[in-house]
Each structure stands twice: as structure tokens, then as C-alpha cells.
């Protein structure tokens, strides 16, 4: 249930957009028709290379659309929604994301006094093929299904609640760009550890070129690289560089890991396994090239959904190479 007055809500739900309007509009649908007796709202916070926001302001007047031209990656978009946000609780999640109908009940059930954050499941959508099913794998196998209930040493910005309160009081945290690792490291650290919860899921639906979808995880690797060591002195910089060709080997051992507990989930595994590869190679890739540049890559390329036209893509300033 939405609500429209300047009354504290139970909860912001904010959508990063990224990907594609169509993708967008799905997420936001979802959204509303939650099974749930909660008062929150819907903050989308669009990369301006989406296109003109016009005609889903129109169909969903109650939804705040957000975007600005200097504001185009996603730990940049995620800071413009944690400030508009006015819910007790602040759920984060991505426009590839379709929410299951009781995901916000799900997360409203789990206290977050002492917890950093709660988060969930992040599914790739059925019968999908093995590159896409590769692509959702590579990025969110840690909150794939079978998971339990608990302590979490992780969790994704597609399917992750906070409380509002922990966020201002850290705000130096996050004022320059919300880095999922580095946030969730310092909500461990001040208010208590990460929680996951299966019962809250959201199911991602990706459908773009295996060629889009490498150069999106080398994009992401570099992005994520640079981000990471962007104020750290050299000495830190050399030492991720000089263990990051360990990388490929590291990350493929931890996807492995997980799809042994599962035999269907090994079976999609051996399956997707030339696609998994790389797509790890092209993350790892791009991981070492940030840490040891400094450097953003030259376009951040979310991989555009097969049949549109018009990509998302940030052109990164010069003045940032």
C-alpha cells in the first residue's frame, strides 16, 4: 500500500534504472501490487541515458522520478535515492529486478535492530538460456537459492533493506558514492552483521548479446576496481593489483562451491560453463585494469535488452581517466 502524505513511511523503495524503460516499468509494477499493509514509496532513479522519463511519470503519478545528467553509475544514482528517501526502512533494488509478492512483507517481518542490513534471494527467471542464466549467475550466486535463513557475510543492492536511521548516521559512508562492499564492511562494523532472508525474493530478467553481456561485466569489474581504491595510497593499489590474477581462478572456485550444493543448480552450472568463463575472465579483466589505473572505464555499459535501440551508456569525463 502507497502513501502519499509527509507522514514518516514504513518503508522507500528505491529502483536503480540502468538497463532499459520496458525493464523499468516491469520493476515498477511489481512494486506496486505488493501483498502487504505497508505505507512506502517507489523512488526511481534513473540514468539520464535511458531516455525521457515522460510517459512513466504519466502512468505512475505516485512513483518519484529522479535523474540527473551528472549522475549516471550506480553507486552515483543509489546516493540521490538514500537522500530522497523518507521510510523508516530504505530497500534498495535494481529495474532488471521483479519483485515476488511478498517480498516487502518478507523483509518488514525481519527486525533490522542490530543487523547492518537484511537482503534476499536474486533468482535468474526461468527457462532463460545458459549465457543469459551465465549472466545473472556470475553477478549474484551468492543469493541464489538454496540459501538459508541467518547471518550473511554478503548481500546485493538488488534485494537489500536498511534501516534509514543506520544510513544517515554513517552518511559519511556513502556521500560520495554508495560502494556496496564498502558499505556493508562499515554497517558490520557500527551497527551489527548482515541478514539474509529467503522469503524476500526478487527474480532478475536480463535478455541482452553474449558480447554485451562480457563487455557489462568487464565495464563493472574496472568500475568497481577503481571505486574501490579511488582514496587509498599506492601501496594498497599494488597489493589488489598484484593478487587480482588470482582472481578468475578465486571467483570460478566460489561459483563451483555453490553449485555443488544443489544438483539441479550443478547441472546449469556445467551447462553455462564457457559462458561463466568469460564472463569471470572479462570481470577479473577489468577488476585489475581499475586497481591498477586508478581509472573508470571509458564508457560504463549496462548491456542493453535485445530489441531496443538505445543502450544505457555513461560517458565517463575526461577528467576522471
Known amino acids: 500500500m502507497t502513501q502519499d502524505s509527509q507522514a514518516e513511511l514504513d518503508m522507500s523503495v528505491v529502483v536503480v534504472a540502468i538497463c532499459s524503460l520496458p525493464q523499468l516499468e516491469r520493476s515498477i509494477r511489481a512494486i506496486e501490487?505488493?501483498?502487504?499493509?505497508?505505507?512506502?514509496?517507489?523512488?526511481?532513479?534513473?540514468?539520464?541515458?535511458?531516455?525521457?522519463l515522460g510517459d512513466l511519470?504519466?502512468?505512475?503519478?505516485?512513483?518519484?522520478?529522479?535523474?540527473?545528467?551528472?549522475?549516471?553509475?550506480?553507486?552515483?544514482?543509489?546516493?540521490?535515492?538514500?537522500?530522497?528517501?523518507?521510510?523508516?526502512?530504505?530497500?534498495?533494488t535494481e529495474d532488471s529486478c521483479i519483485a515476488s509478492p511478498g517480498w516487502l512483507t518478507a523483509i518488514a517481518a525481519v527486525s533490522s535492530v542490530g543487523r547492518g542490513a537484511v537482503g534476499g534471494v536474486v533468482e535468474a527467471m526461468p527457462q532463460v538460456s545458459s549465457a543469459m542464466w551465465a549472466f545473472c549467475y556470475v553477478d549474484f550466486f551468492k543469493y541464489m537459492r538454496p540459501a538459508a535463513e541467518g547471518p550473511a557475510h554478503t548481500l546485493s543492492v538488488c534485494n537489500v533493506a536498511y534501516s534509514r536511521a543506520d544510513l544517515v548516521a554513517l552518511e559519511e559512508g556513502w556521500s560520495e558514492g554508495f560502494v556496496e562492499t564498502e558499505m556493508h564492511n562499515m554497517l558490520q562494523e557500527k551497527i551489527g552483521p548482515l541478514w539474509f532472508c529467503p522469503d524476500a525474493e526478487v527474480r532478475v530478467r536480463r535478455e541482452v548479446t553474449f558480447g554485451d553481456a562480457v563487455y557489462e561485466r568487464y565495464a563493472f569489474g574496472r568500475l568497481f576496481g577503481s571505486t574501490r581504491v579511488a582514496q587509498s595510497p599506492m601501496k594498497r593499489r599494488l597489493w589488489?593489483?598484484?593478487?587480482?590474477?588470482?582472481?578468475?581462478?578465486?571467483?570460478?572456485?566460489?561459483m563451483l562451491g555453490k553449485a555443488r550444493t544443489d544438483a539441479g543448480l550443478m547441472k546449469r552450472f556445467t551447462a553455462s560453463l564457457p559462458a561463466l568463463s568469460a564472463m569471470t575472465l572479462a570481470w577479473s579483466?577489468?577488476?585489475?585494469?581499475?586497481?591498477?589505473?586508478?581509472?573508470?572505464?571509458?564508457?560504463v555499459?549496462?548491456?542493453?535488452?535485445?530489441?531496443?535501440?538505445?543502450?544505457?551508456?555513461?560517458?565517463?569525463?575526461?577528467?576522471?581517466?
Open 33 to 52: 501490487c505488493q501483498q502487504c499493509e505497508l505505507t512506502f514509496e517507489i523512488i526511481v532513479t534513473a540514468d539520464p541515458r535511458l531516455g525521457d
Open 57 to 92: 511519470r504519466a502512468r505512475f503519478p505516485k512513483v518519484v522520478f529522479l535523474s540527473r545528467p551528472d549522475c549516471t553509475t550506480p553507486i552515483e544514482l543509489t546516493v540521490i535515492g538514500v537522500r530522497a528517501a523518507r521510510g523508516k526502512r530504505l530497500v534498495l
Open 240 to 254: 589488489f593489483a598484484a593478487v587480482s590474477p588470482v582472481l578468475p581462478l578465486l571467483l570460478m572456485s566460489r
Open 285 to 299: 579483466w577489468g577488476e585489475w585494469l581499475g586497481y591498477v589505473t586508478g581509472r573508470r572505464p571509458r564508457r
Open 301 to 321: 555499459t549496462t548491456a542493453p535488452e535485445k530489441g531496443l535501440s538505445t543502450p544505457a551508456i555513461s560517458q565517463v569525463s575526461a577528467s576522471s581517466q
